[in-house]
């Protein structure tokens, strides 16, 4: 199918109690083929690693084509984030996008939560999923991972997974040799036309009345995304809210591979026309900045302050790659890669926070905020001093979104440690019950500590019961 230019869809956001305002995604809107089939593996590479039948969703692949623009700084880039750019060139590409949505489409939200798929590893993974899925199938919103960077398509291995760990053309020639990346010059605007394509109604969600488009990146794409909102979604209005999940004190660069281009620190623009909702953890403060070898700064300096259409949560106790994550990932790649490096031993010890929780509790807040224009609630920022984060007694972070595992801890969890995994250390019996005496006192302070973080929007009610549940596997020796 060939979609046609200029495509109107709702979407927006608006001030007060008043509702959102229709967005008009003018622009080039891509070829879109499929969905696909076929190929060596038979199934698409990142494919879910959640069973996604029982809750009544499908899986299905298309392919984007179109001419794509790279753009250029327009003047100097200050840490401000008020960047502005001009159109620099063009190319044709083709690229590939996973839909994931309601099989019944009397069950779809309306919502579209559109994940730029990380890349960092010299393959697409699909990191958010794994913290949203729940959220997103209880809802009954859609999701999808757009290949926006060339090395998804390109890479033929060389990252930590693996050597079977490979880019799309490598890892099944016969269902994607026909992709064309020209580079992530062009990311930027293959990101806004896969966004624009999906709205369409003829587009990949055909039958389906999308309203909403929630643009989602975590880590390196987190990274871009910064780089995004600052100077591409004000010349291109086609998302309607923005979830960065662990991003760096920096951004990406707008075009080639250098660092140098882009500021040391990167604030979000003051000036944002729809709502973006940062979520950190521990790690992103300082921790990447140590071990990327220059791709990344520190955080704390980027810092902005909380405003109409701004909101940054940084959550105590967890780690950018954390236990839940490694779990998921191992599941993915062992069905998808031969060789696959083994992970599950390392989950045991990796940082076992609740980030999947606050997560998922940040993407309910984005879209009510998108929605009716209700923000989220604003929280302290992680303490640091010196470079570091400041730490109880007994190792756990001091201020950030407070969650009963902080609260009322049985562990040390902190986003510091091996790599970016963090690390989870159980407390001996003797300071378990030197703290709450016995399991019932535990389980109650617990239990109260939850009610007070589902009443401060950190956790869903709708999570209460696993969160509770996993709180009764604390032993006292």
Not at 153 to 167: D, H, L, Y
Not at 201 to 216: C, I, K, R, W
Not at 336 to 364: C, D, I, T
Request: aromatic letters at 8%.
């Amino acid at each position: 199918m060939v979609l046609a230019l200029g495509v109107v869809a709702c979407g927006g956001s608006s001030s007060g109690a008043e509702k959102k305002v229709t967005r008009a995604r003018v622009g080039p809107v891509p070829e879109v083929t499929g969905p696909i089939n076929g190929g060596i593996k038979g199934f698409p590479q990142t494919t879910s690693a959640i069973d996604l039948s029982p809750a009544g969703y499908t899986e299905q692949e298309y392919f984007l084509s179109g001419t794509a623009t790279a753009y250029s700084q327009d003047g100097t880039w200050t840490e401000d984030g008020q960047w502005a750019v001009r159109a620099e060139r063009t190319a044709p590409y083709t690229t590939r996008i996973l839909v994931r949505r309601p099989s019944d489409p009397s069950k779809f939200s309306g919502t579209v939560v559109v994940e730029w798929l990380n890349a960092s590893s010299r393959t697409d993974v699909d990191v958010d999923f794994g913290y949203l899925a729940e959220e997103i199938i209880r809802s009954g919103d859609a999701w999808v991972g757009v290949t926006a960077q060339q090395i998804g398509v390109t890479s033929t291995g060389g990252s930590q997974f693996g050597a079977g760990a490979v880019g799309l053309m490598a890892w099944d020639p016969q269902r994607y040799g026909s992709l064309d990346h020209p580079g992530d010059d062009f990311s930027y605007d293959i990101y806004s036309q896969a966004g624009r394509a999906i709205a369409s109604v003829d587009g990949p969600l055909a039958g389906l009345e999308v309203n909403t488009l929630l643009a989602d990146g975590e880590s390196q794409s987190a990274h871009r995304m910064v780089t995004y909102v600052n100077a591409i979604a004000p010349i291109d209005d086609v998302y309607d809210g923005y979830l960065i999940h662990s991003r760096f004190g920096n951004s990406a660069p707008l075009a080639g591979t250098s660092f140098t281009s882009v500021p040391t620190v990167a604030r979000i623009r003051s000036d944002l026309r729809v709502p973006v909702l940062q979520v950190q953890t521990e790690t992103d403060l300082y921790a990447l900045a140590s071990t990327s070898n220059g791709f990344a700064t520190p955080f704390p300096p980027a810092r902005t302050p909380d405003s109409e259409w701004l909101r940054t949560w940084e959550i105590a106790g967890t780690a950018h790659a954390d236990g839940d994550y490694l779990r998921l990932l191992s599941i993915q790649g062992k069905k998808q890669f031969p060789g696959f490096l083994e992970l599950g031993a390392v989950s045991v010890s990796a940082n076992n926070g609740p980030q999947k929780y606050v997560m998922r509790a940040a993407l309910h807040a984005l879209q009510v905020w998108v929605v009716d224009g209700t923000a989220p609630p604003s929280f302290d920022v992680l303490q640091v001093s010196n470079g570091a984060i400041v730490r109880d007694s007994r190792g756990n972070a001091l201020g950030g979104v407070r969650t009963p595992q902080l609260d009322v801890p049985v562990a040390l969890l902190s986003g510091e440690g091996a790599q970016t995994i963090g690390k989870t250390v159980p407390f001996t019996t003797d300071v378990l019950v030197s703290l709450y005496s016995t399991p019932a006192a535990y389980q109650k302070a617990f239990a109260e500590a939850v009610e007070r973080a589902v009443a401060a929007g950190v956790f869903l009610e709708a999570d209460v019961t696993a969160i509770l549940a996993e709180s009764r596997n604390v032993r006292f020796g």
